[in-house]
């Protein structure tokens, strides 16, 4: 994802973008001056709520990079990162000198409501990859198996139990697998999710 890496991609069509573990490489790679960093509050349902921070830049228009999966080409161009924030990253992140005063302001509420409750937000493991993606694709899912690939060439039936007899003896179930849901997040309190939002989700009167 723009040249940071992860183990772990979790492919969810019910979710309608996308959400990276806290990566510290970011921290160097996008501190130039042309990066705007925002820090946003979840509007999630779950009891923890813990806060993003989106990467773009200045304009939020132009390409961070590509992503890639399991050693592919370039899949989807990206114009924004968006990093789930548990606690050890968000205090990680509060003193540093991209952040403007209200996402500081965040963070410290944030550790703050966590330190009170006695609670920790824990860090993802997981890449929480949904319609960002999946809408440029043609995707296939029958029992365990998800296929996606070129939406202009529709699979047959045999070409779908060809890949599917490949794929099948390489499932594992996935170690952690409790970070795999998005129930702190579903979307930012102050975003509109512009290129990814789903047509489902209510949208905020907020404008990038």
Same mark, same amino acid.
Request: charged residues 20%.
């Given at each position: 994802?723009?040249?940071?890496?992860?183990?772990?991609?979790?492919?969810?069509?019910?979710?309608?973008?996308?959400?990276?573990?806290?990566?510290?490489?970011?921290?160097?790679?996008? @501190?130039?001056?042309?990066?705007?960093? #925002? /820090? +946003?509050?979840? %509007?999630?349902?779950?009891?923890?709520?813990?806060?993003? $921070?989106?990467?773009?830049?200045?304009?939020?228009?132009?390409?961070?990079?590509?992503?890639?999966?399991?050693?592919?080409?370039?899949?989807?161009?990206?114009?924004?990162?968006?990093?789930?924030?548990?606690?050890?990253?968000?205090?990680?992140?509060?003193?540093?000198?991209?952040?403007?005063?209200?996402?500081?302001?965040?963070?410290?509420?944030?550790? @703050?409501?966590?330190?009170?409750?006695? #609670? /920790? +937000?824990?860090? %993802?493991?997981?890449?929480?990859?949904?319609?960002?993606? $999946?809408?440029?694709?043609?995707?296939?899912?029958?029992?365990?198996?998800?296929?996606?690939?070129?939406?202009?060439?529709?699979?047959?039936?045999?070409?779908?139990?060809?890949?599917?007899?490949?794929?099948?003896?390489?499932?594992?179930?996935?170690?952690?697998?409790?970070?795999?849901?998005?129930?702190?997040?579903?979307?930012?309190?102050?975003?509109?999710?512009?290129?990814?939002?789903?047509?489902?989700?209510?949208?905020?009167?907020?404008?990038?």
């Amino acid at each position: 994802f723009a040249g940071l890496r992860y183990d772990y991609v979790m492919i969810d069509n019910g979710c309608n973008s996308f959400l990276l573990p806290f990566n510290e490489e970011c921290m160097t790679r996008f @501190s130039g001056e042309m990066y705007q960093w #925002q /820090i +946003s509050q979840s %509007r999630g349902t779950g009891v923890v709520k813990s806060p993003t $921070l989106i990467i773009t830049i200045a304009g939020g228009v132009s390409s961070l990079g590509s992503m890639s999966l399991a050693g592919s080409g370039p899949l989807l161009q990206l114009t924004r990162l968006r990093f789930h924030l548990g606690t050890e990253s968000a205090r990680l992140l509060s003193a540093h000198a991209k952040l403007s005063d209200n996402g500081r302001t965040i963070l410290t509420a944030f550790l @703050s409501q966590m330190g009170m409750g006695n #609670q /920790i +937000s824990p860090e %993802r493991r997981h890449v929480l990859l949904g319609q960002a993606y $999946l809408k440029t694709v043609l995707s296939l899912q029958l029992g365990g198996i998800i296929m996606m690939g070129d939406a202009t060439v529709f699979p047959t039936v045999s070409d779908y139990n060809r890949v599917a007899g490949l794929l099948e003896p390489l499932r594992q179930d996935f170690p952690e697998f409790d970070d795999l849901e998005d129930e702190d997040h579903d979307g930012d309190a102050d975003e509109e999710y512009l290129q990814y939002e789903d047509i489902d989700e209510p949208v905020d009167e907020y404008m990038e």
